[in-house]
T-cell receptor, first 117, second 115 residues
Framework: AQTVTQSQPEMSVQEAETVTLSCTYD???????LFWYKQPPSRQMILVIR??????QNATENRFSVNFQKAAKSFSLKISDSQLGDTAMYFC??????????????FGKGTLLTVNP | GAVVSQHPSWVICKSGTSVKIECRSL??????MFWYRQFPKQSLMLMAT?????????EQGVEKDKFLINHASLTLSTLTVTSAHPEDSSFYIC???????????FGPGTRLTVL
């Protein structure tokens, strides 16, 4: 079974600064996907970024980027130029590659990020 | 694109009654839908996975006779909480994906309060 660990229950950052959220995972799979989702106070889950394990290049989406270290099973999220709207709970998630699997997501416990003005 | 809706967004019911929650994919065909439960300040717990036209696959510890899931079309899945009790009070979230992709798109959630 896969496990996802987010060791930072809460973090805070000043507006316009950079923050990095940590995520580690444990799996025996060699092919899989990793995701970061955010859940703002509205509780709507929003996909932030995804990474395919077979790709060495780190994914980026505007101000969001990841540091994917496959050997270390680490998948951190960096948010640059933090904005007040980034305040949310961030969940790291793991999914086995398809090939007949049912695409189940395994979530970490989340990190509550607060961006201060 | 990839919008998922849920109805209702909030429901209050009396203990012993049944409640139905709908999950709809508005602009894509949802070949697979998922139902999650989230307690306050906790992560999402997968309850079941359903493929269109097939019986749902429930996670260990989830009572299939209590949480009835129907995925009768490519745009609609329903979760019925039967004989609800106060301990069933929670936030229920659905997600959906289409075939050939790996990304799940989430609905806005339904807050269930059982009195």
């Amino acid at each position: 079974a896969q496990t996802v660990t987010q060791s930072q229950p809460e973090m805070s950052v000043q507006e316009a600064e950079t923050v990095t959220l940590s995520c580690t995972y444990d799996t025996s799979e060699s092919n899989y996907y990793l995701f970061w989702y955010k859940q703002p106070p509205s509780r709507q889950m929003i996909l932030v970024i995804r990474q395919e394990a077979y790709k060495q290049q780190n994914a980026t989406e505007n101000r969001f980027s990841v540091n994917f270290q496959k050997a270390a099973k680490s998948f951190s999220l960096k948010i640059s130029d933090s904005q007040l709207g980034d305040t949310a709970m961030y969940f790291c998630a793991f999914m086995k590659h398809s090939g007949g699997s049912n695409y189940k997501l395994t979530f970490g416990k989340g990190t509550l990020l607060t961006v201060n003005p | 694109g990839a919008v998922v809706s849920q109805h209702p967004s909030w429901v209050i019911c009396k203990s012993g009654t049944s409640v139905k929650i709908e999950c709809r994919s508005l602009d894509f065909q949802a070949t697979t839908m998922f139902w999650y439960r989230q307690f306050p300040k906790q992560s999402l717990m997968l309850m079941a996975t359903s493929n269109e036209g097939s019986k749902a696959t429930y996670e260990q510890g989830v009572e299939k006779d209590k949480f009835l899931i129907n995925h009768a079309s490519l745009t609609l899945s329903t979760l019925t909480v039967t004989s609800a009790h106060p301990e069933d009070s929670s936030f229920y979230i659905c997600s959906a994906k289409t075939s050939g992709t790996d990304t799940q798109y989430f609905g806005p959630g339904t807050r269930l309060t059982v009195l």
